[in-house]
């Protein structure tokens, strides 16, 4: 009985948290995610999402705590998620001037940040200015493993089938077929079929 009414409260509370997400999101997207925790799009540009993708996850961390943000900030901007692509708990995408692209059957982690550019200059006067030749389009290939709490930069290209270890950070291409790990990210090893 306890379990059961611990199940509906929670249910309960997802759905406030995902109308309150739903409300606040004013971001253009196509298609029809399973939304297990809630998610906040944004922006001006466009999110795809390819048929069965997975957002959120229960139980894990950051289920009640996090949500999953993604943002197309401008018209030229695009985020598409692959079919058959599951999704963990807080994820943040965000495609300030190109794109991001997760191909299909991809599993992220916990935690995992993807982004496109900068966002600012260097110079302390282009600090608070994000120009396009700034950003690089991340493509992410089909089947890839990518664990919890890793960050995946601008210009990121990453192999099908590879996995990218926890907490790693992505800032050029992983080939497919291996397992890279490490800041930056390098391959540890080929993964045996």
Known sequence: MKKHIARRILRLMQWIRSSFYGVLSTGRYSGHPLKIQPVLILGEGIVEFERNVHLGYFPSPFFLSGYIHLESRNKTASITLGEDTHINNNFVAIAEHTAIKIGKRCSIGTNVEILDSDFHGMKVSERSTSKPE????????????????????????????????????????????????????????????
């Open 134 to 193: 700034n950003a690089k389009p991340v493509v992410i290939g089909d089947d890839v493993f990518i664990g919890s709490n890793v960050k995946i930069m601008k210009g990121a290209v990453i192999g099908n089938g590879a996995v990218i270890a926890n907490g790693s950070i992505v800032v050029g291409a992983i080939p497919p077929g291996v397992m890279a790990a490490g800041n930056p990210a390098r391959v540890l090893k080929v993964i045996e079929e």
